[in-house]
């Protein structure tokens, strides 16, 4: 009897832990399948998913223990095989789940629902006060390094994005990597760090947002758990083919068959220009998000 009771509690628990965890993947799919409603952004709509999710949860346990579990991995199948998703293997899945907390972080004062950690705001102000975007030096430098590689027949082909990949040709190659003084999270301002080329991760990323927005483009400011890197707008999901070929064209060397990491915002295509990749779209060091700064245009 007693053994009997232990099962049944065992069993009681796992349908409950089911119950429980089958709620997050279930919203991540009606928020890929279902579309916004057209006064919804996408946190809010994300949310309602995640209420609905938990509210048929909750009903389906009720109806029946055994259908929940069948729920369960009927959603797991969906995840592993589904066509939909940009890519079928598990890597693919995760780069769609990244694309959803960039959604869920491009208010520049939240951070990410899944991993609230304090201190990003101070870090978003030290950010917007170092960024030099209008400053007539750092303009002067965007320019002369936009057209630095890559001739004009690429622009005519590819667009101004050819500007912005020069840019991080001429940045990357030449950076040093060389660490804050002892005890101080120093933020070089741009006019400084153009002119050293050296620094850490934040003046990297601070240089490279001000040089792209110095020349027309959209940049903004990731904030990972230990890293700080800059993303670029270059058009939207529908031109993903056009942008892999550019730069498979332009970074045949770099790239030798490697994917194109991007996240996706409100249907933006924003592609890795941190300096831990070694081009446009490179692999992201810490796929983990905090915060997304951005920036007015």
């Known amino acids: 009897m007693t053994q009997y009771l232990r099962i049944s509690q065992l069993l009681n628990f796992l349908v409950r832990f089911i119950q429980i965890i089958i709620v ?23 949310l309602v998913c995640l209420m609905f999710a938990a509210a048929v949860s909750v009903i389906v346990t009720k109806i029946s223990r055994k259908l929940i579990v069948v729920m369960f991995i009927g959603i797991l199948g969906v995840f592993a095989f589904n066509r939909t998703f940009k890519d079928q293997t598990l890597d693919g899945i995760y780069a769609d789940y990244n694309a959803m907390l960039v959604n869920m972080t491009s208010n520049p004062h939240k951070v990410s629902y899944f991993k609230p950690v304090r201190g990003t705001y101070f870090q978003d102000q030290r950010v917007r006060s170092a960024m030099q975007s209008t400053h007539p030096k750092v303009r002067a430098f965007a320019v002369e390094n936009s057209t630095r590689y890559f001739h004009d027949e690429y622009y005519r082909k590819f667009g ?36 050293l080329l050296a620094g850490d991760c934040d003046d990297y990323a601070i240089l490279m947002a001000s040089s792209v927005m110095a020349i027309g483009g959209e940049a903004r400011v990731v904030i990972s758990p230990n890293h ?9 999901v529908d031109d993903i083919e056009k942008i892999s070929y550019a730069l498979r064209t332009l970074f045949p060397d770099e790239i030798s068959g490697g994917k194109i990491h991007f996240h996706e915002t409100g249907g933006d295509l924003w592609i890795n220009f941190d300096y831990t990749a070694q081009y446009p779209g490179g692999p992201f060091l810490e796929p983990e998000l905090y915060s997304v700064i951005t920036f007015n245009k």
């Open 160 to 195: 101004k994005a050819t500007r912005y990949f020069s840019l991080f040709k001429h940045i990357r190659l030449n950076w040093k990597y060389v660490n804050d003084p002892l005890g101080m999270d120093y933020y070089s301002p741009p006019t400084e760090s153009m002119g």
């Open 24 to 46: 997050f993947p279930m919203a991540v799919l009606l928020s890929f399948y279902i579309e916004p409603f057209a006064s919804l952004d996408y946190e809010l709509h994300f």
């Open 228 to 236: 700080m890197y800059t993303e670029v707008k270059v058009g939207t």
